[in-house]
């Protein structure tokens, strides 16, 4: 699956739990993190959206540790299998599951 696929996904199912998952396109600053994803009541989760196999570049990975140096949270995911992880790890444990149903993961 594309990373393209993958990202919608992502924003379809945070939007279904009332959060946002805003682009982050920051000028003079490549490799910043794909998406910055507000849900309610909690701090931003920074996101960067890899294929099953992608790889960080190593500018996407110097500004990963930028940011998590600032005290930021930051997640790498990959694929479908780590959308879903994601929002486990969110405590989104019905969307998890209901990716899981949905894709065969």
Sequence with gaps: MKESEIEKILIREVKKLGG??????????DGVPDRIVIFPDRPPVFVELKTATGKLTALQQSQIRRLKRLGQRVEVVYGLDGVSQFFQDQGYE????????KYNL
């Design 94 to 101: 019905e969307t998890s599951k209901a990716l899981d149903c």
């Design 20 to 29: 946002r998952a805003y682009k982050w396109v920051s000028p003079g600053n």
